[in-house]
């Protein structure tokens, strides 16, 4: 229990050392990365009940480290435990996973009751190695809100569930790029909230994201092939996606646009999702990716939550918009979001092209917002 403020070369920083307890502590206004595992061996670390507030980003770096894009919780090895921590203000990172060579296919020992908010970018950044663990690690009850560009950044990842929680009140709320079997389960996804617009509203003449489209959910682009799986949604609730006062083209689901590269082929499906609207251009659009020459989306709707119709209990399909994709099949189109949704599952295999190699993965760099 200790209480850490205006210092100038990180927080706690665990360097070569197993087994430690870092608990309760208080750290406020520092330089670096805050609470940090240095050089990717550490293991068996339990940080539990920690706050970091207003992480800043360093005038320079040493040779080989990255303070000046600092995380509030950098992680390089998963084989520790975060706990019912809090990272709050950083210029950079809430938590960082930033895995050295050699351990992204080692497993988290906890990932549970963490909160992450008022970032400067990103909430959760997995990147540029990503965390690809040998088998499927839940991260239990993660929240995160208020972030000024993304909430969650999944990259080159794998084997990832998020097991209740919510991301709220963020430019884009989750990312999924070049990453297979991320699931989000008993989650909710938020745009603008109430509480979040009193606050922009009272402080004039200061910007908000409000104000640019804002984004739930975007998955990498898919055709069905005999690939892995890609992004699955169970039991998700969507809301906040529909406000008047902000940008029209907000939504709540749309398709990753960075990387349009088709080698890389993941299937998306949904089950159980709700949403505070019934206007389909506020739940999902595959517009944007759709002016970029992709039009063969397929997406699993396994219950029939996304049913125009309100009628089907499932198998669904949320296909792009093209002749190639819904010919011969029984479809309605969904309003305002060049896509149309055909009955049973025999569209995800319509105008798919028989699996390719994988995608080469991309030089890893700062994501365009």
């Not at 950044?153 to 709220?168: A, E, K, T, Y």
């Not at 309605?332 to 949704?341: D, G, K, L, T």
């Amino acid at each position: 229990k200790n209480s850490i403020i205006f210092s100038k070369n990180r927080c706690v920083n665990v360097h070569g050392t197993d087994g430690l307890y870092i608990g309760e502590n208080v750290a406020y206004d520092t330089v670096g990365h805050c609470y940090a595992l240095e050089l990717g061996s550490e293991t068996n670390n339990l940080f539990d009940k920690n706050i970091g507030v207003l992480t800043k980003k360093a005038s320079a770096a040493a040779s080989g480290e990255t303070d000046t894009t600092p995380a509030t919780f950098l992680i390089t090895h998963p084989g520790n435990s975060w706990t019912g921590n809090v990272a709050a203000g950083s210029e950079h990172y809430g938590f960082w996973i930033s895995l050295i060579s050699g351990v992204s296919n080692e497993v988290v020992k906890s990932f549970a009751d963490n909160t992450i908010h008022s970032t400067f970018h990103m909430g959760i950044r997995s990147n540029p190695v990503g965390w690809r663990p040998s088998v499927p690690q839940t991260l239990v009850n993660t929240k995160v809100y208020r972030n000024r560009v993304r909430g969650m950044f999944l990259q080159l990842s794998s084997n990832i569930i998020f097991d209740g929680g919510f991301v709220s009140d963020c430019r884009h709320a989750v990312d999924v790029r070049l990453s297979d079997y991320i699931t989000f389960k008993n989650f909710f996804i938020r745009g603008n909230t109430d509480d979040y617009m009193a606050i922009v509203n009272s402080r004039v003449g200061q910007p908000s994201h409000c104000t640019t489209a804002t984004s739930g959910i975007r998955p990498h682009i898919n055709v069905y092939t005999a690939g892995n799986e890609g992004t699955t949604l169970e039991n998700v609730g969507f809301s906040h996606f529909a406000r008047p006062e902000c940008n029209a083209n907000s939504v709540a689901i749309s398709m990753d646009s960075h990387y349009r590269v088709q080698s890389f082929t993941a299937p998306t499906s949904f089950s159980g999702i709700t949403f505070d609207t019934t206007a389909s251009k506020d739940a999902i659009s595959l517009c944007r990716i759709a002016t970029q020459g992709v039009t063969n989306i397929a997406i699993l709707d396994a219950d029939g939550s996304f049913d125009p119709a309100g009628s089907s209990t499932g198998p669904g399909t949320i296909v792009s918009d093209d002749v190639s994709m819904t010919d011969g099949k029984t479809c309605e189109a969904m309003i305002n979001s060049c896509a149309q949704y055909c009955q049973g599952d025999s569209a995800l295999k319509a105008g798919a092209a028989p699996a390719p190699s994988p995608a080469t993965a991309p030089s890893p760099t700062e994501p365009a917002p």
